[in-house]
């Protein structure tokens, strides 16, 4: 997005009362939920809040797969409910990224909730005589520069974390640039790479097929998405990369409104059976009250706002 994000400031009591009564009829017409693309891990959690809010809001629930412009467009859309996103961390990290663009994405977006979170996974080529992060740390330090990790678009979660991995081990390894998730995946299985922190959906079978060692989840707690697995804060005090999705209205949405979607999407998220797909598409359900979303992304762009500058990650 263009501009940068500007904290809201105080409402007229005139609008408050402009909003309730927008929010009474809300909703009386289709709502567009837009996202990225078809297949993404956004498409899938947007897919499957659609399917719930059409019988919870008697409503049809339209997904819109926009791409990369999808935060754009619903920014510049009328904040009346209607237009909703659903998208991941990129929408606070890319401002720090873009080289003509600084940002706060709750000038143009109102966080309405958090809905998925995924770890990522610390997994090597099994030629690489290492078992453990521990290890990793010790050969990378005796072999400065020769260790090089994949990672697929600039300043998403695999990248992010592999530089956050440098940063906090003190070591020396180099990017390899690919396409996307899948290409560094076969460039990493291939061995063309030494390693990668894909998310741990990407990568479960190839670590159970044994084509993949896996050494650690980024996750700051054990988690079910990866079994078994030690956490890299045990071997990285404080480490922690965790890839996030959440939903979004545009800015000046009535507060009423926020708050019906945020309830509705919050009643879906925590049934039993939404969990279960979540998670069997390598995410877990997560929800929260939109000022909790607002300090997560508050909190999310202090952290990695620091990690890209002290990298020097740009276009």
């Not at 999808?70 to 990129?90: I, K, M, N, Q």
């Not at 994405?105 to 521990?134: C, E, F, G, W």
């Not at 396409?179 to 479960?204: C, H, N, R, W, Y």
């Not at 404080?238 to 979607?261: H, Q, R, W």
Request: hydrophobic letters at 45%; glycine letters at 8%.
């Amino acid at each position: 997005m263009k501009n940068a994000f500007r904290s809201a400031g105080l409402v007229p009591v005139a609008m408050l009362i402009v909003g309730a009564a927008a929010a009474q009829n809300y909703p009386n017409k289709s709502i567009r939920l837009v996202t990225v693309a078809p297949g993404s891990a956004n498409d899938i959690v947007a897919r499957l809040i659609a399917q719930e809010l059409r019988g919870a809001l008697g409503q049809s629930v339209i997904v819109d797969n926009r791409g990369t412009i999808a935060a754009e467009f619903v920014a510049r859309s009328s904040p009346d409910g209607y237009t909703l996103l659903l998208y991941g961390s990129a929408v606070w990290i890319s401002p720090f990224i873009q080289k003509h663009e600084t940002g706060n994405p709750l000038r143009d977006l109102a966080p309405i909730t958090l809905v998925a979170s995924s770890p990522n996974v610390l997994v090597v080529h099994p030629s690489l005589p290492v078992k453990s992060v521990k290890e990793l740390v010790a050969l990378a330090k005796a072999r400065p520069g020769e260790l090089n990790y994949a990672a697929g678009s600039l300043g998403a979660a695999p990248h992010l974390a592999s530089e956050l991995f440098k940063a906090m081990a003190g070591v020396d390894i180099v990017r390899v640039a690919y396409k996307g998730t899948g290409p560094s995946l076969i460039g990493l299985l291939g061995g063309q790479v030494e390693m990668m922190f894909p998310t741990a959906g990407s990568v479960t079978p190839h670590i159970k097929s044994g084509r993949l060692r896996a050494l650690a989840v980024t996750s700051l707690k054990p988690s079910a998405l990866a079994p078994g697995l030690p956490t890299m804060a045990e071997f990285l005090p404080g480490y922690e990369s965790v890839s996030l999705n959440g939903m979004f209205a545009p800015i000046k949405t009535p507060a009423a409104i926020v708050n019906l979607v945020n309830q509705e999407v919050a009643r879906i998220l925590n049934r039993p059976d939404a969990k279960e797909r979540l998670s069997g598409a390598g995410m877990d359900a997560v929800v929260c009250s939109p000022d909790e979303f607002a300090a997560t992304i508050k909190s999310e762009m202090a952290k990695w706002g620091k990690v890209i500058k002290d990298a020097g990650i740009h276009e």
